[in-house]
């Protein structure tokens, strides 16, 4: 190997961890740049987007299940933060991690039944999940506010560091977003991981290879619960107002759009396709008022052409090129 | 090693399998064989854990598996391919063995997330052993491919890597050269021969006579769900029973 190719050799060995490094840095500085607060609003909402996105990517890119309830999760956190903080006077870091947990076991109660069906009705039994909490936040009002919402949420504290300002919040919501990132690739490129691809490509070969595909459904699914449990937290937190509107099903479409338009199975897909999804209609006033039908004509029109994504679709073909070419030098 | 026990699985009231015993010797090569529709796939499937048996036992190294979920089977040491391949196409060749090797992986997802040092050499071993597997099935080429694009031959070579790489105790081949050429075929054939020399126990189904010949050390024959012969690939060649299960088969068909 002459230095080039080494150079070239570190860079692919460390390719995940170099990527991480670079967001981070171009995370850290560009507000400072660029601070505009109306901008730094939208991207922290898509950091915290990111992170539901990136659960659900991993229950439906990685491990091939379909749930069309994801905003339900959300709003537990949400309106669980909200509540606990508000209502009962509980300080706002435990709550996240009481209402991650709470949201866990609802999950897990949820899921153990739901994740014996598949496809369509699978799809059917989140969608209802996700309209009985609606339904909840919006008829009990005196707990949740009801159609009107719920406001006065706190902001979030380090001692005496308040995370009040969209700035601040920036870093919060992003710092959330590279964990949360960090750990989805973690889990991709560990035993765990190749076990729920294999479920997602042919379940009875990965149970003859020795993975418990029902166990295995489970627990990303209540992964993916938690992770957009914290995400409703950090929602709450950041906007301090939480309504019906933000989790009822057209929500919990949306973010499945962001997966399949971001890339199904691609951590960094998550990202690209709630940035996308949620940029776009800000830039496009078109995209504003016909928002439902343009996010069902991209839905269907990646499927018939790129079904995996657009990441994902186009680093697959990436991928089959580089073979290739490798293939031919060799 | 491994004894099936009067086995019987029946779909919709037509017996598979019908009251089938035989034993695997360790560090041997036995052949199930048997005319299309015999029952071969069934058994594998029933010692798998794939299909459950409507009746009989199977024990594994001194312990009754019968019926037991296939990936607890799998836990136990017994690797198998499948007749019509089940690979998975989106990933690559070096992604699907390492797959095989789901066996000695961790299971718990909250290590997966943190990766501490000690999941962290967990893996770069695993890669290391997957990384042999392909090397020995001459698949190292091959690594970064999409199984999705390879060629037939290769993707079986695919399934027998993701099969062996855990080391198994027990390996079941469900037709592991159906569709290869001669050449290809001949490579396999080394392959169950350098497996069978370095100890492994193999069960073989497969319908080229002249592989099954030349690598089993006992051969079992199935016919419409009954095992009708078993012995030496000699004396079975010469049992009339197994003749005529084939012979009148062809004709009656012919
Ligand atoms: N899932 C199933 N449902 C109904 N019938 C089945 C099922 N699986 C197998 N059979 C039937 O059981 C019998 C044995 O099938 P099996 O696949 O075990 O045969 P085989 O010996 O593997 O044949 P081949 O050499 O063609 O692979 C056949 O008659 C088949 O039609
Ligand atoms: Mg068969």
Redesign the interface.
């Known amino acids: 190997m002459n230095s080039r190719d080494k150079i070239f050799y570190f860079l692919y060995l460390h390719r995940t961890g170099l990527t991480v490094l670079m967001l981070t840095m171009v995370l850290a500085i560009y507000p400072l740049l660029y601070g505009n607060p109306y901008i730094l609003g939208l991207t922290n909402l898509i950091g915290i987007y990111t992170i539901v996105v990136l659960g659900l990517n991993l229950f439906i890119g990685y491990a091939g299940q379909i749930s069309l309830g994801h905003a339900a999760f959300f709003a537990l956190g949400a309106y669980g933060s909200a509540l606990m903080t508000t209502e009962w006077g509980f300080w706002p870091w435990p709550s996240i991690v009481l209402v991650a947990l709470g949201t866990a076991m609802i999950a897990l109660l949820v899921g153990i039944p739901a994740l014996r069906l598949h496809g369509h009705y699978l799809a059917m039994a989140t969608l209802g999940f996700n309209i009985v909490i609606y339904t909840v936040l919006v008829q009990w009002d005196e707990l949740t506010g009801g159609p009107s919402g719920f406001a006065g949420i706190p902001s979030l504290s380090i001692g005496s560091w308040q995370f009040d300002s969209d700035l601040k919040l920036h870093y919060l919501v992003w710092a959330a977003a590279l964990i949360c990132l960090t ?1 989805g690739l ?2 991709v ?7 729920l ?2 479920l997602a ?2 379940e ?10 029902r166990t295995a459904k489970v ?2 699914f209540v ?1 993916s619960a938690v992770l957009a449990s914290l995400a409703g937290s950090l929602y709450a937190h950041t906007f301090g107002f939480v309504s019906p509107d933000t989790f009822g099903i057209f929500a919990s479409v949306d973010f499945v759009t962001m997966v399949v338009v971001g890339g199904l ?1 691609s951590v960094w897909g998550s990202l690209f396709g709630a940035a996308l999804l949620t940029w776009l209609p800000e830039f496009i006033d078109l995209f504003e008022a016909y928002k439902e039908i343009i996010h069902g004509l991209l839905l269907v029109v990646v499927l018939l052409y790129l079904p ?1 994504g657009l990441v994902t679709g186009l680093v ?1 073909l990436a ?2 090129r ?2 290739r070419r ?2 031919r030098r ?1 | 090693m491994l004894d099936v026990t009067s086995l019987c699985r029946n779909f919709g009231g037509l017996p598979a399998l019908s009251e089938v015993s035989f034993s695997l010797q360790r560090g041997r090569v036995t052949a199930l064989i048997g005319p299309n529709g015999a029952g071969k796939t069934t058994m594998i499937n029933c010692i ?3 299909d459950l048996p409507d009746a009989g036992r199977v024990d594994f190294a001194g312990e009754e598996i019968t019926g037991l ?3 607890r089977v ?2 136990l040491g017994i ?2 391919t ?1 007749q019509n391949l ?7 060749v070096i ?1 699907n063995v ?12 909250l ?5 501490p040092p000690s ?1 962290r050499n ?2 770069r071993r ?1 890669h290391l052993k997957a990384m042999a597997a392909l090397d020995r099935f001459g698949l190292t ?2 690594a ?3 199984v999705g ?1 390879l060629a037939y031959g290769d993707r079986k070579r695919v399934e027998l890597a ?1 099969a062996v790489v855990s080391d198994p105790s027990l390996i079941l081949l469900d037709e592991p050269v159906a569709g290869l050429n001669h050449e290809e075929t001949m490579a396999v054939g080394n392959e169950i021969r350098a497996l069978r020399a370095q100890g492994y126990t193999l069960l073989l189904v497969e319908h080229d006579m002249d592989l099954v010949m030349g690598v089993s050390d006992h051969v079992v024959v199935l016919d419409g769900g009954r095992c009708i012969a078993s012995g030496t690939p000699d004396e079975v060649r010469q049992n009339p029973l197994v003749l005529e299960a084939y012979l009148g088969r062809t004709s009656a068909t012919a």
């Open positions: 750990l973690n889990l490129r560990s035993g765990v991981g190749r076990g691809a294999a490509g042919d009875i070969a990965a149970r003859s290879l020795g993975v418990d595909t627990k990303v992964l199975g995996q697959d991928r089959v580089l073979a490798r293939h060799a | 798998t854990g794939a979920p296939a990936y799998a836990r690797a198998r499948f089940r690979l998975f196409p989106r990933l690559s992604d390492l797959c095989g090797l789901t066996v000695h992986g961790g299971k718990s997802m290590g997966a997330l943190l990766r999941v967990r893996e695993l080429e091959l970064d491919w999409p694009v993701r």
